[in-house]
């Protein structure tokens, strides 16, 4: 059964990127259709190849990372690769890279000679700190960017050391920020007749992006916002697990209130609003657990369900592959590999109703795709072979 059309069908992707950033934007474009051309270092690879649990030697991250890419295993170092990287960028759409600033100028692919000669060149840059400022040329990590956005410092309990999220989620949202960008630049060059443009996302700045009121409450009043949140929304022990209860709106809080037997608390005037209600936090978390410590997770979701009260479980890896809805909505797909056997791996999102996102290939080996890419480039097979002897391809 033929696959339905992708909405980015017919764009060419360059993606140069390595490890989570860079990748996670060129996933995003090649589950809707994009052709992906992943460039990787001929011998290693992609770092990820290597990261976390092995399947058959290569990690099931990469299976996620790199699905409906092409590998072309070519060395970006050498005068020779780089003018064959320069020869797949004069006819591509979109170049992805996320390299410290400078590596590229360095290798005569600056943002200037590339738009000479692509001027429709899309080009997504996802760094530390951008590509300008004094901190540009620092190596930069989703984790320090997660600091430096003030994410960190609001993630964990008053009082304690603060503590990661648990997922590079810094990085994830600098490769959906770059996603949008590229997105936007490609609708400006269609319907207004643009050129291409350069998308300069920052780490630190994608995390930022999502930080809400941090810096108008602290330019109102000189607030700093610290690990506290709202009240009550917390994760709360049961007799068999942890369910996350979000009561903080106003009629919430008082429907939890009389659903767990203190309507003190849900009528007291001065827990009326949020404000109050942060200020005796740690008084309204010790009743609900009080509550949710005598009962399952279940049976505290079927009260607060009842009550219109937002809960759910706070679900592990198991959980959340057993869970009827995931499936229901194809969010867990059995993915083949080029190994020969299988891997669950996370659906596609977002949901498009007539040009949804597709599973089209599996995660390629290094270099699977390195003759293929380069023929349609009109390199011969002469010409590849005397590269690949040369070490140039793989």
Known sequence: MPLPPGALDGLRVIEMGQLIAGPF???????????????????????????????????????????????????????????????LIAEADVLIEN???????????????????????????ISGYGQTGPYRDLPGF????????????LTGEPGRVPVRVGVSIGDTLAALHGTIGVLMALYHRKAHGGAGQVIDVALNEAV??????????????GAVREAAGSAPSNAYRCNDGYVLIAGNGDSIFKRLMETIG??????AADLASNAGRVARVAQIDAAIEQWTLTRTVGDVLAVLGAARVPAGKVYTAKDIHEDPHYRARDMILRQPTRDGD????????????????????????????????????????????ALRGKGVVA
Request: charge should be negative; aromatic fraction near 6%.
């Open 262 to 267: 203190r309507r003190d608390l849900g009528t």
């Open 208 to 221: 930022f992006n999502v930080m809400e009121s941090l810096i108008p409450e602290y330019s109102a009043f």
């Open 142 to 153: 989703g984790a320090i960017g997660e600091a430096m956005g003030g994410l960190r410092h």
């Open 342 to 385: 299988e891997v669950d791996v996370p659906g596609v999102v977002p949901k498009l109703s007539a040009t949804p996102g597709t599973l089209r290939s599996s995660a390629p080996h290094l270099g699977d795709d390195t003759d293929g890419v380069l023929a349609e480039a009109g390199f011969s097979a002469a010409d590849i072979a």
């Open 25 to 87: 934007a060129g996933k995003m474009l090649g589950e809707f259709g994009a052709d992906v051309i992943k460039i990787e270092p001929p011998g290693a690879g992609d770092p990820l190849r290597n990261w976390r649990m092995l399947k058959n030697g290569t990690s099931v991250w990469w299976q996620v990372s790199s699905r409906n890419k092409r590998s072309l295993a070519l060395d970006l170092r050498s005068p020779e690769g780089q003018d064959i990287a320069r020869r």
């Open 99 to 125: 390299f410290r600033p400078g590596t590229l100028e360095g290798w005569g692919m600056g943002w200037d000679e590339l738009s000479r000669l692509n001027p429709g060149l899309v080009m997504l840059r």
